[in-house]
């Protein structure tokens, strides 16, 4: 049974470590997420962004597997299913397919107008138990043709979208989505104390987690940071792993053709991936 995140994060919070999303994009995704979870006793969160819930063919779609794997494959651990940088519209959408969380991005509106949207989203998911994550100060990168610059958010901002009654925070603190520039300046470590600080107890979020160096990453958790997320790291080995594959010669012996070998080297790359980011998180054995 899928949960919400609230009180994965309450837990979290109080064990200092953070539990990952992983965002899914297909079938060989979520399985690997699911079983790595279970193999290693973690909590995880399954994030869909609206454009591999629409590769997926639909949120209700992504529902029906996800539920459909935890049942057959005998999972026990807490998951969440997770809309990632939802509009308006999606949020209440996924609210409607059966997620357990949300995360409204209404980074790109005025403050104002992101707490009316965010207090009408917290209000229909809260009747329905389902958790909300709100967003302050777009994240960098680039997510499903979200572009953002790595801003670093505004700490009274924080506390006046926190206050609403949202369960996890993302704030910016100079992260950014995909591969790190190599000139990145790096966390802001002192905007994020300062945030913690504002918006206590609040959970935050990392966002961007690809490429963020180990240290940093371990700081940032000590700092309140409670769910971090993670996406391109997983796609960059399956990818070096698939690639391999074909480089090999391996679909030209025997049934190697066949999807289900041709996709099983990727599969076990990111669970490797999904593994190490667990162990790093402090999730393991948290379940």
């Keep these: 049974m899928l949960v919400s995140v609230k009180e994965m994060m309450q ?9 990952g999303q992983f965002n899914i994009n297909n079938l060989e995704w979520t399985k690997a997420v699911l079983t790595t979870a279970q193999e290693n006793n973690s909590p995880v969160i399954l994030g869909v962004s609206e454009g591999a819930g629409k590769y997926m063919g639909g949120y209700k779609t992504v529902v029906g597997m996800v539920n459909g794997m935890i049942e057959e494959l005998g999972i026990t651990v ?3 299913l997770h809309l990632d940088h939802g509009s308006y519209e999606h949020a209440i959408k996924c609210i409607e397919a ?20 965010t207090k009408e989203i917290i209000a229909l998911a809260n009747s329905k138990g389902i958790s909300v994550e709100a967003e302050v100060g777009s994240i960098g990168g680039e997510e499903d043709g979200v572009v953002g610059a ?9 506390k ?15 992260n950014i989505h995909g ?9 802001n470590f002192d905007v994020l104390a ?14 961007g987690g690809t490429g963020i160096p180990e240290d940093m990453i371990r700081k940032a958790i000590s700092l ?9 790291e997983c796609q960059l080995s399956f990818s070096a792993a698939t690639r391999k594959y074909f480089e090999e010669g391996k679909d030209l012996v025997g049934k190697g053709f066949d999807p289900r070998k041709v996709l099983a080297p990727g599969f076990e790359a990111i669970k490797a991936t999904v593994k190490e980011k667990m162990e790093l998180f402090g999730s393991v054995n948290k379940a």
């Design 179 to 187: 591969k790190y520039p190599e000139n990145w300046a790096g966390l």
């Design 160 to 174: 006046r979208i926190a206050d609403l009654g949202v369960d996890i925070l993302a704030a910016g603190i100079g």
């Design 11 to 19: 837990k979290a919070k109080a064990g200092k470590y953070a539990v």
């Design 224 to 232: 309140g940071v409670c769910k971090i997320n993670v996406n391109t």
């Design 98 to 117: 059966g997620f357990s969380s949300v995360m409204f991005d209404g980074s790109h509106y005025g403050i104002d107008e992101n707490i009316e949207k």
């Design 150 to 158: 790595g801003e670093v958010a505004d700490p009274a901002e924080c």
């Design 78 to 80: 807490p998951v969440a």
């Design 194 to 207: 300062e945030i913690q600080e504002t918006t206590s107890p609040m959970p935050l979020v990392l966002h």
